[in-house]
């Protein structure tokens, strides 16, 4: 699979990432390349092995219904650019 | 399919095509992923863990209790459970989503197929399908208004458990998109994952509409967005079928969209911000392993489910004789169907019924209050039933003794002693005022042997002397026999 310049600048605008139009080219090929080198994967047959979703011998830990965190709104606003009134403050994302 | 409600447009009938997606706060003490607090209404960003803050390295662990009750709901739904499911990151920037990614079930949800019936006011019956029920994180709250050129955010909300609930696009009109909110919701409540309340948005909707020709393949749907009132449901679905039928007869076509619902002024429009084409990017989330039930642990659950409005109905219908209209009503919130049946309790059901379903709604309806906090407990209503059987007080002095019950809490029976209001059954005392009456309408005596109607005019005098108090079979029998020979 090949990407071209357009599906970078796309990819670069979801991830909100800014990409100079020049660097377009140089990043489509780059990518194309890391994709193709992956791809080989596709060359081994798969189709009786079950999709392995970790290396761990382990099942999904949980975790009892009990609060134990929270209220600590001054931790958590410290490191935020901008705080007010005990909320984050972010430029406005609406007219 | 049963008959569909079509709408006239200027070129024939159209039939509407309604599927919700509903997403449903999951009851419960912690949020999904993290050990912060869920209550609401908390100051803004008290009951925010840097889970739910996204702040680097930290790691979601998920909340049994949270996936026990999207099992119970599932199997409320009567729907298949997915004893293996995944979750994946749902990719987006928006300030109220610190992480840029929901953490969702995509392509394997925990619950699968469902249904639910619903009960149309014509009698028919219908059933929805369930496409899916899946897991997911809530955001933050937004709040644009309280600053010139800020927006505010609280994360309070962002990591509360969300059940999404799918429906198939089964639904054929407002109405029974109405019908099926509230059974859904009905159905939540007595399960107890979600307390189903509108206004603080633990209940919200999204509706998926378009139009066709009766029979016809499919139109082009929009989606109109975050409604959270039955109302405003209905109002958003009518207004848009129309607006598409007047566009497709006016030779435009419906477009593809995500549309908001404007309640003051009863109409949808566009989002304004487009957004680029939803490109979510969905893929596992690494920091999770897929969630696997036991089998045992399942059937543990269903074991546990409360007995639910549809088999309530049934047996109210069955057991009490009740009418389905009455049966209906009195199931739809648990509470009630608990109320009428300690009331019921070793008595006639219907009268027990037509208490709750009149006077007690009646004044819960005045008082503004839910059946909970209601001043009469259900055991004494039934105490009020019970003095009416045995004859102590008449059945209009009761509306009065209930009146005085929501008013000061007092028992019935205190209530009639205080005030003396035990009925006269004393065929002498009754005979007397008989007597009184007759003598001082010599006229309406006469009258009698051509109009018998006059007897309710005496009925009414020997009432009024006796404060209501005397028993109305006596009242009745001796004034006729009195009337008769006189």
Known sequence: ?95 | MATAELIEGRTGSWEVVIGLEVHAQVTAAAKLFSGAATAFGAAPNTQVSPVDAAFPGMLPVINRHVVAQAVKTGLGLDAKINLRSVFDRKNYFYPDLPAGYQISQYQQPIVGHGQIALDLPDGRSRTIGITRLHLEQDAGKSLHDQHPTQTYVDLNRAGIGLMEIVSEPDLRSAEEAGLYLRKLRSLLRYLGTCDGNMEEGSLRCDCNVSVRRPGGPYGTRCEIKNLNSVRFVMQAIDYEARRQIRLIEAGGAVAQETRLFDSSRGETRPMRSKEEAHDYRYFPDPDLLPLELDPEWVAALRADLPELPDAKKARFVADYGLRVEDADVLVAERATAEYFETVAAGRDAKAAANWVTGDLFGALNRLGRAIEDCPVTPERLGQLIDLVADGTISGRIAKDVFADMIETGEAPGAIVERKGLRQVSDTGAIEAAVDTALAAHPAQVMQYKTNPKVLGFFVGQVMKATQGKANPGLVNELLRRKLASA
Do not use: Y
């Open chain 1, 1 to 95: 699979m090949a990407l071209d310049k357009s599906a970078v600048a796309h990819i670069a605008r979801l991830a909100r990432i800014r990409v100079a139009d020049g660097e377009l080219d140089a990043l489509a090929a780059e990518l194309s390349h890391i994709l193709a080198w992956v791809e080989q994967l596709a060359e081994v047959d798969t189709d009786d092995v079950q999709p392995m979703a970790s290396v761990a011998a382990m099942r999904l830990p949980m975790r009892e219904d009990v609060v134990t965190d929270g209220d600590c709104r001054d931790a958590i606003l410290k490191n935020a650019p901008q705080a007010a009134r005990g909320f984050f403050a972010v430029p406005k994302v609406v007219e």
